[in-house]
């Protein structure tokens, strides 16, 4: 082989092996968490392809030293103390808790102690993330998120930055894994609610209570996130009007198959600037045959995103599980291992909006 193709493949191949094409700045990681998130995050900084540069160095879960064995890798300091961890090296914390508070105050206290923050967490970054965004770009960290809406989807990205070049005028979109898996399964075995729950339970796509996913607060969170990123609005997600997807019936299926669709639970929200109206809700939906929400089954999210200059984009996706939501959060973490700059928060809408309940439920198709 000649000398310089063999100089490209070594090339090539180096690149490969480290997964990416990252900057080679070490970057020292701590997660918050070793649950089913923060887990296979773990799994995968300490696995083969590790992306070059990215160390992982702490471990803080409440019951840390109960699980310290569940990850063979040696050189990780693991803790119950969250203040090991602010007063440690770590360059990236990962904050796979859950529940706003005290997770939220472990992000401040994160970023006040100069690192920057990784989280999958959508109760705090809809609840929290302005100011913490702010508190980021004061500090010259960032503050990422891809992980908190549609799983390994990159929703996110797409939103807050790939279409930053349009004018985005709605999103309609699946947003949550283990609501689909449960109507999914009704649609093609005509079971009940409950059986379609313990089904999702065993295939661990539901919580002991998926009641926070069936009536629409998980997936409301994500559509406040989603509004900050397209439409620069700081919306309250308990102001989002939900309506639940526990009452749905195998006859509910029956009438939306006669009516030449299927149901699904949608979140929509739709900005008319020269109004300034914003009409938004969670609820399940008839949705058409044939459509990328009809053919989303398991626990699939799915986005169609409605530009002004772009016409439609569509994404869709694993939106759940341990995987594929680090796949989102060891993304996020090279991101910022690329580039330490900092992100600029959401400017707060200034004029009024409104928030409009349409007569949404099984009555359109989508
Ligand atoms: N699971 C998914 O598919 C998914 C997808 C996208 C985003 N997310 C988000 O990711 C985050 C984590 O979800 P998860 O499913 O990984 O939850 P999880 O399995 O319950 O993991 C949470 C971990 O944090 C630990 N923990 C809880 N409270 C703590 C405290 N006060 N101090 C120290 N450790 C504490 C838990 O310990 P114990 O073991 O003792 O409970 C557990 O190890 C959530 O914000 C969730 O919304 C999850």
Known sequence: MPAFKRRLNAGLRRRTDEGNLVSPTRCRIAILGFGTVGSAVARRLTGPHVPLGLELTHIFDRRAHEKSEALAASRITWTTSIDEVLASDADVVVETVGGVEPAADWIRAALAAGKSVVTANKQVVARRGAALLTLAERQGRQLRFEAAVGGAMPIVRAVGEGLAGDRITRIVAILNGTTNAVLSRMEATGCSLDDAVVDARARGWAEADPRVDLDG????????ILCALAFGLRVDPDAIPTRTAASVTPADFDHA???GGTIRQIAHAEYDRTASTLTVWVAPTVVARGSIFS?????????????????????????????????????DIVAIARDRAAIVPAPVLTSHFRLQTSDFVLAEAV
């Open 217 to 224: 607060v998980d997936a409301a969170a994500k559509l406040s």
């Open 257 to 259: 198959r006669r009516a």
């Open 295 to 331: 053919r989303t089954a398991g626990p699939q999210n799915a986005a169609i995103i409605s530009g002004a200059h772009c016409g439609e984009i569509t994404i869709a996706g694993a939106g759940a599980g341990g995987d594929a939501t680090a796949v989102a959060i060891l993304s």
